[in-house]
C-alpha cells in the first residue's frame, strides 16, 4: 500500500502562484509515474500534469504554458508549479501515483486527499 499526501493549498490571488507538493511512500519512487488531477465539485476529476520516471511530461491545454510538474526522486515528492493563477484553476488538486507490479497484473493506483486551491480576488 503506497500512501500519497499533498500539500501547499491555499488562497491566492488571480495572476499569483502558488506551488503543491506530494509526497509519496515506497521505496522504488524512481519507477512511480506521478500525476497531478484536479476537480471541481460537481464536475469530473480531470488530469493537470503527468510526469514520468524518466521526467517527461505532459501537461492539460487549459494549464500548458502556466503550470510545471516535477519530481525529486531522492525526496520521493512531486511538485506543481502553479503560476498566473486564474478563478478557473479553483479546485481541489489530486496527486495521483502509478506503480508497477512487477509484471503481475496491471499497475496500482493510489490517491492522495486532495489539496483545495482557490484562486479569488
Known amino acids: 500500500q503506497v500512501q500519497v499526501v499533498e500539500s501547499g493549498g491555499g488562497l491566492v490571488q488571480p495572476g499569483g502562484s502558488l506551488r503543491l507538493s506530494c509526497a509519496a511512500s515506497g521505496s522504488i519512487f524512481s519507477s512511480y509515474f506521478m500525476a497531478w488531477y484536479r476537480q471541481v465539485p460537481g464536475n469530473q476529476r480531470e488530469l493537470a500534469a503527468s510526469?514520468?520516471?524518466?521526467?517527461?511530461?505532459n501537461y492539460a491545454n487549459s494549464v500548458k504554458g502556466r503550470f510545471t510538474i516535477s519530481r525529486d526522486n531522492a525526496k520521493n515528492t512531486v511538485f506543481l508549479q502553479m503560476n498566473s493563477l486564474k478563478p478557473e484553476d479553483t479546485a481541489v488538486y489530486y496527486c495521483?501515483?502509478?506503480?508497477?507490479?512487477?509484471?503481475?497484473?496491471?499497475?496500482?493506483?493510489?490517491w492522495g486527499q486532495g489539496t483545495q486551491v482557490t484562486v479569488s480576488s
Open positions: 510526469i514520468s520516471r524518466g521526467g517527461n511530461t
Open positions: 495521483n501515483a502509478v506503480v508497477p507490479n512487477g509484471g503481475y497484473g496491471g499497475p496500482s493506483r493510489y
